[in-house]
Structure formats: C-alpha cells, structure tokens
C-alpha cells in the first residue's frame, strides 16, 4: 500500500490532518494510527514513514510505542482503530501461497533451523 493512500484512509476517519504541525493529543495519537497501519501494510522505512507526515523516525518510534497504551486506556479511540485498522487489513491484499510452496517454505525452514543450530552450538564451545 502507497502512504498516501494510508494518510489519506487516517485523515478521513479520523477527520483530521495528519500531515500538519499539530501536536495535541488527537493528532499525535491519529498519527501512531497512521505509523503503526504504514509499518504492517508496506515496506517502508520508519524514516520514510515519517516523512510523509513531516515527522522523523524518532516520532514514528514513540507513537507506536505509546499506541499500545492510548488502545488500552482510551476505549473510543480503540473503538476507532480497530475499524479503521479492519476496512484497511480487508483491502490489503494476501499472497495465496499453494500447498506445494507452503511444503517448500517448511522444508527450507527448517534446514535453516538445523544449521543455525548447529552454529549455535559451536559458538557455545
């Protein structure tokens, strides 16, 4: 998912700006919506991530760990993230993998579990 289209998803819910230079407790909880929603859904770098908002990486950081507590303490505002967060996971394309692909991805697992454990081993020596 393009970061646009996530500030875009964030502002309208929320009925905010994400983007502006606000920093009261809406908007700086709106915006570790956004952060934590950009992390899970695309590929970007948490400076990359905060970019897009005018924000640096050390923003991008303290709003998703502070976002944990906000969804514990503050109901409606779980409320809103978890509806925000299921309209955009449903449109978040999955890769279907086949059974075939799914037993490679096993076999190649756990090859790289037996020789990661055999290093550990011998660094424990």
Do not use: P
């Amino acid at each position: 998912m393009e970061l646009e289209y996530l500030i875009k998803k964030v502002n309208k819910h929320f009925n905010c700006d994400i983007t502006q230079n606000i920093k009261n407790r809406e908007s700086v909880m709106t915006r570790a919506v956004y952060f934590w929603l950009a992390k899970h859904t695309t590929k970007k770098s948490l400076k990359q991530i905060g970019a897009a908002v005018g924000r640096d990486h050390a923003s991008v950081i303290y709003g998703l760990a502070n976002l944990d507590n906000w969804i514990r303490f503050d109901d409606f505002f779980r409320v809103d993230f978890e509806a925000l967060k299921l309209i955009i996971l449903s449109s978040y394309e999955t890769k279907k993998m086949t059974a075939e692909s799914l037993l490679y991805k096993y076999n190649t697992l756990l090859i790289e579990n037996d020789v990661l454990k055999k290093q550990l081993k011998k660094y424990q020596k």
